[in-house]
């Protein structure tokens, strides 16, 4: 069979983090034995570009794209909100005009805060740029409903996020004083870090064995200020961001994901985390809730609940039957839902369905 030829656009994988390059990481390492997707990536911008060299990219990207694409029937591109989405446009626009096929894969865990924010003349020009799109990939079923409603006559299919299922997991057991928790995202006020942070003291009192590891990009000056100011820095191993061996080793032996955001699409963090039985402490936003249930796969609070927060984390401490039990059916679901295998041929029937339409 003749192998799909894809040009794909987004950030520089070699100089960005997060969950867009980790969806695109997946999407551009080939695991197949026989390739059946072609992708020919086009890289925008990367994290921590001066703006000169941030417009420089997009430039470059852009001009990259007008070459490239008489050679190609279908572009699949990667965008978040913002400027990032408005930049994104002009390549929905050219294809469009070029009768090409063009994929907008919807990553913005805060587009709707950008949407609400927009006049009413650019939530026209955002509905008229998601109708444009042959089709348009959403994470969660809470973000379907939304941006159906924002643009009723736009394509929209539904594409949870999912991984790679490591081998040689075994069903975790708890013991509370050697407890390890794991926070694994952006260090910022969205994931709820600072109001993780602030319930460490009374946790760390009443468990002084416990540990917790922070794994993530942000402001660690600012982080290592804190902890010594609520003094459980000798609690607290603050790694920044880690690769993937350092993860592996991390959530081996981990036991709890902290993740208390505010917003989210489908935290590639919380996917990855349960892959290896850890059970999740997090929130109902975003798709979160089409993967945890909660007190079966993992635990939910409120956002901003600080004291669910930590009342949760006693709950499981206090339970290590239960807490077993959630450990297996926390690999259970993603194994059996969020595995990219299911995920890589679900894509390239979406692939197929828009070159054929």
């Not at 490239?68 to 699949?76: A, E, G, M, V």
């Not at 955002?126 to 969660?140: D, Q, R, T």
């Not at 892959?275 to 007190?295: L, M, R």
């Not at 796969?297 to 006693?314: A, C, T, V």
């Amino acid at each position: 069979m003749k192998s799909l030829q894809v040009l794909m656009i987004g950030e520089n994988i070699h100089q960005s983090k997060g969950g867009i390059v980790t969806v695109m990481k997946q999407l551009l390492h080939d695991r197949s034995d026989s390739k059946q997707i072609n992708y020919k990536p086009i890289f925008t911008t990367g994290d921590g570009f001066t703006t000169p060299k941030k417009v420089r990219g997009w430039l470059v990207a852009y001009l990259k794209y007008l070459l490239y694409l008489p050679s190609y029937k279908l572009i699949h591109v990667h965008h978040a909100a913002n400027l990032n989405f408005w930049l994104t446009a002009f390549f929905v626009y050219v294809a469009k005009f070029l009768r090409r096929k063009v994929i907008l894969h919807n990553h913005g865990a805060d587009f709707k805060d950008f949407y609400n924010n927009c006049s009413k003349k650019r939530q026209l020009k955002i509905k008229e740029i998601f109708e444009k799109a042959s089709a348009n990939i959403v994470l969660s079923n809470s973000w379907l409903e939304w941006y159906t409603n924002i643009a009723p006559n736009a394509n929209w299919i539904l594409l949870p996020n999912a991984i790679s299922i490591p081998c040689d997991v075994n069903v975790k057991k708890l013991i509370k004083d050697e407890v390890i928790l794991v926070y694994l995202a952006r260090i910022e006020e969205r994931k709820g870090f600072y109001d993780m942070l602030e319930v460490m003291p009374k946790f760390f009192s009443a468990y002084p064995n416990a540990q917790l590891f922070i794994a993530g990009q942000g402001d660690l000056i600012k982080v290592n200020k804190l902890l010594n100011e609520y003094k459980i820095s000798d609690n607290i191993e603050v790694l920044g961001y880690i690769n993937q061996k350092q993860k592996d080793e991390l959530l081996r032996k981990a036991h709890l994901l902290l993740l208390p955001s505010y917003d989210e699409g489908l935290p590639m963090a919380l996917l990855e985390a349960m892959s290896y039985a850890v059970v999740p402490i997090t929130t109902p936003v975003g798709g979160i809730p089409d993967v945890i249930c909660n007190g079966t796969n993992g635990l939910m609070h409120e956002p901003g609940d600080k004291e669910g927060l930590l009342r949760s984390i006693e709950q499981l401490l206090t339970n290590p039957n239960g807490y077993s039990l959630m450990s297996g059916c926390a690999y259970k679901t993603v194994a059996d839902n969020f595995n990219l295998k299911i995920y890589d041929e679900r894509l390239k029937d979406i692939y197929h369905t828009c070159l054929n339409q």
